[in-house]
Nanobody, 114 residues
Framework: QVDVVESGGGLVQPGGSLRLSCEAS????????RGWYRQAPGKQRELVAT???????TYADSVKGRFTISRDNAKNTVYLQMNSLKPEDTAVYYC????????WGQGTQVTVAS
């Protein structure tokens, strides 16, 4: 059983957009806080955005105004809409579901290049 599954990564040109999805299994509460991390080659993992069960949101300064995190509790899914993408956004993006046990997705590659 895979607890958390990400999708939506890919190759996009600078200035383009992608939407990542993170679906959690039914065994995981839909109201747990969720987040997106990313890790670029040779760099530390960076927290990109978070959203709590009641909808409180935070963003890293590097993505403010360009990325939007949202959630659909009925689908037990969190999204990351990424606009105005830059080459420095290139990374593997990971979803996390926080709780008594933290659940990590397998990661999805986002590559921003001409």
């Amino acid at each position: 059983q895979v607890d958390v599954v990400e999708s939506g990564g890919g190759l996009v040109q600078p200035g383009g957009s992608l939407r990542l999805s993170c679906e959690a299994s039914r065994s995981i509460s839909a109201i747990n806080a969720r987040g997106w991390y990313r890790q670029a080659p040779g760099k530390q993992r960076e927290l990109v955005a978070t959203i709590t069960g009641d909808g409180s949101i935070t963003y890293a300064d590097s993505v403010k105004g360009r990325f939007t995190i949202s959630r659909d509790n009925a689908k037990n899914t969190v999204y990351l809409q990424m606009n105005s993408l830059k080459p420095e956004d290139t990374a593997v993006y990971y979803c996390i579901v926080w709780g008594d046990i933290d659940y990590w997705g397998q990661g999805t590659q986002v590559t921003v290049a001409s």
